[in-house]
């Protein structure tokens, strides 16, 4: 096993290359970094909230408003299924989970039941569908989601939250946010970089949910300021001031945008935002521009009414413009928040909190202080217990762990917190205790009456057992931590993980690395640490 085969030497060779090149972005300044060559690394440590400073916000996802939206979406569909078949209504009641129809011809119920199949809507993995249709006495059809639908949309609302906030503070240049689920309905966000939370509350709180809807004529202004609405219409807040009745039944809906972007109107100067459609969208839009012309549709941002132009022709380019008293960042906000795609519920922010940069560098000072202290007491040990020779060795080897912790933490991109280093530290003092057991197999070998050579292989060979039990368990513990833990408690543990893989690499592969040229060269009588 002390033999120095060429495979070892081969590895050994390029866990240093690699390791160099992946943890040498980290000595330089970041524009530095940005001139190195493309085929370079350029990835250095990504220090977390607690190291850098940036904002930290706990949010909660209204998964009640959601499942009360996906309602009233449920409502409208069955009002324009009953319309179109021709099926006349006494009453459209809401209940939980769904609506009840009472129809005006008892004798239409099979009719309204066959029409209400139709909005049954997809079925899941398990082969059932999401909404069921039933007949509840002689004159009324109930179509609602299934309970196990109703149940499913808080996670579900909660995971898509998720992924939209990840673009959304993506778009907005920040490295590396930490973006997790807490308990069932909260979502944690830490922008690390980012000193101002009231910008990250604008850009991830506001809900974007963009439609184009129809205005209603049908009733006068004063008609519907008094209460006056007809059934399928809403009265939405405009911008331009008051209020605007328009139909509920969106034409085309912002889920089918592909591309948003802030931009300035050629004629009057002011700032827009150009969108476009999809395939879908766009021959929706065209469709319905089409066959309203000389009506007004409204531009509806979170249930308030933008603009209201007037369609003076079908718009079948898939294209068009947002105008509406926007500044140069509202307009560019908007296209940010277009693109990324509209919140399935809305998000209230429950917490919040600003780390400081100058606390962040505080912290990056004690960490480093902490790690050479701990360093600097595992090489006196090492040295006065093992001499210079063996006690040296054990000290390279360490080097070398941390250089591979380090190039793998910077290729990863792991986010490196407080507590991460407070694992580095620990798995500093594991990758000694494994020369430890190594060293003292030795002597006890040496001492037995073993050659030099023999007692080395043996002391390899006998403490692999225990070194890989010792490190197997550690792993065991930190992939527990990992998957149960948040925060704090996964950035240790992660560190953890990569420490005590790199560790056994160094102490025993490095190691014997060492010790086998220094046996070929001096092809020594004794053992220096007897």
């Known amino acids: 096993m002390i033999q ?3 495979w070892k030497v081969i590895l050994v060779v390029l866990s240093l290359v690699f390791g160099v090149l992946l943890a040498f972005p980290n000595a330089l300044s970041p524009a530095q970094r940005a001139a190195l060559p493309g085929w370079l690394p350029k990835n250095a440590l990504n220090l977390g909230l607690d190291l850098q400073g940036g904002s930290y916000l706990l949010l909660e996802v209204d998964v009640e408003a959601m499942r009360t939206k996906r309602i009233d979406n449920l409502i409208e569909d069955v009002r324009v299924a009953l319309r ?12 939980a989970g769904g609506a009840v129809v009472t129809l005006a011809d008892p004798a239409r119920q099979d009719a309204a039941y066959t029409a209400l199949q139709a909005l049954v809507g997809p079925v899941n993995a398990s082969g059932a569908a999401e909404r069921q249709v039933q007949r509840v006495g002689p004159d009324r059809v109930r179509l609602a989601f299934t309970q196990a639908t109703l149940d499913s949309m808080g996670a579900t609302a909660v995971d898509q939250s998720i992924e939209v906030v990840r673009r959304r503070i993506d778009s907005l240049g920040t490295r590396e946010p930490s973006i997790t689920r807490q308990g069932a309905e909260r979502i ?12 990250l509350k604008d850009i991830i709180g506001q809900t974007a949910k963009l439609t184009f809807q129809m205005v209603d004529d049908s009733v006068t202004p004063e008609e519907a300021a008094a209460g006056r609405i007809p059934p399928g219409s809403q009265l939405l807040p405009s911008e331009e001031g008051g209020a605007l009745l328009v139909k509920k039944r969106a034409l085309v809906t912002g889920e089918m945008l592909t591309d948003a972007s802030q931009a300035f109107d050629s004629q009057t100067g002011e700032a827009i935002v150009n969108f476009r459609f999809n395939g879908q969208g766009a021959r929706r839009f065209g469709d319905a521009t089409a066959q309203n012309l000389g009506k ?44 990324a795609g509209a919140l399935p519920a809305p998000l209230s922010v429950e917490q919040q909190q600003t780390v400081g940069a100058e606390l962040g560098a505080d912290a990056v000072q004690a960490g480093k202080i902490s790690t050479a202290v701990g360093f600097m007491a595992i090489l006196v040990f090492m040295l006065l217990s093992y001499g210079f020779l063996f006690g040296g060795i054990s000290v390279i080897a360490l080097l ?3 250089l591979l912790i380090v190039a793998t933490l910077s290729v990863t991109q792991a986010t490196l917190t407080l507590p991460g280093i407070a694992g580095l530290i620990l798995t ?6 494994a020369n430890v057991l190594i060293y003292e197999r030795m002597r006890d070998e040496f001492r037995s009456g073993r050659p030099v050579l023999s007692a080395m292989d043996a002391g390899f ?10 490190n197997v368990t550690t792993i065991l513990a930190a992939l527990i931590m990992f998957q149960f833990g948040s925060g704090p408690v996964r950035g240790f543990a992660w560190t953890l993980s990569i ?11 490095i190691t014997q690395f060492l010790l086998s040229i220094w046996f070929r060269r001096v092809r020594p009588k004794t053992l220096p640490i007897v």
């Open 499 to 509: 420490g005590v893989l790199t560790s056994v690499f160094s102490a025993v592969v």
């Open 84 to 95: 179109e078949g021709g099926i006349a209504t006494n009453q459209i009641s809401r209940e």
């Open 4 to 6: 120095l085969s060429r």
């Open 188 to 199: 944690v966000v830490q922008a690390p970089g980012e000193s101002d939370p009231e910008k």
């Open 400 to 402: 070398v762990n941390g």
């Open 461 to 470: 060979s006998r403490a692999m057992t225990t070194i890989i039990d010792a």
């Open 428 to 433: 500093l003092a594991v990758a000694v205790d």
């Open 296 to 339: 007004r549709f409204a531009i509806v941002l979170d249930n308030r009414v933008i603009s209201a132009p007037v369609i003076q022709s079908a718009i079948t380019g898939g294209s068009g413009q947002i105008s509406g008293n926007f500044t140069p960042e509202s307009a560019n906000n908007l296209a940010i928040l277009l693109r």
